[in-house]
């Protein structure tokens, strides 16, 4: 019941900026995880930043990244800032409608958008 649109990503060059977006229907946050992950060519998709009890940002990405969401327009997004070559992957919004905590965990969630591509050149 839960589909999740997200929006095209891009490419930059590295140290510019970007924002992601997830729209999300027939789901009402209500505090359960949402977040971003992403998967580089031959590696395991990864947590980039989660929300839910609590926001949580992979190391990688202290400082550059901002989660956030907006309840009224069922969308979630990812502003990222000063982004380098290595950011460069698939893109994924992920919601739960079972877990506030430990968003962090790929298990947490339920319903997965179908990725977009952010690349970024050096």
């Known amino acids: 019941q839960v589909q999740l649109v997200e929006s095209e990503g891009g490419s930059v060059q590295a140290g510019g900026s970007l924002r992601l977006s997830c729209q999300a229907s027939?789901?009402?946050?209500?505090?359960?995880?949402m977040g971003w992950f992403r998967q580089a060519p031959g590696k395991e998709r990864e947590g980039v930043a989660t929300i839910g009890e609590y926001t949580w940002y992979a190391d990688y990405v202290l400082g550059r990244a901002a989660i956030s969401r907006d309840s009224a327009k069922h969308t979630l997004y990812l502003q990222m800032n000063s982004l380098k070559p290595e950011d460069t992957a698939l893109y994924y919004c992920?919601?739960?409608?079972?877990?506030?905590?430990?968003?962090?965990?790929?298990?947490?969630?339920?319903?997965w958008g179908q990725g977009t591509q952010v690349t970024v050149s050096s």
């Open positions: 992920a919601v739960s409608t079972t877990q506030r905590l430990y968003c962090s965990e790929k298990s947490a969630y339920n319903y």
């Open positions: 027939g789901y009402t946050h209500n505090r359960y995880c």
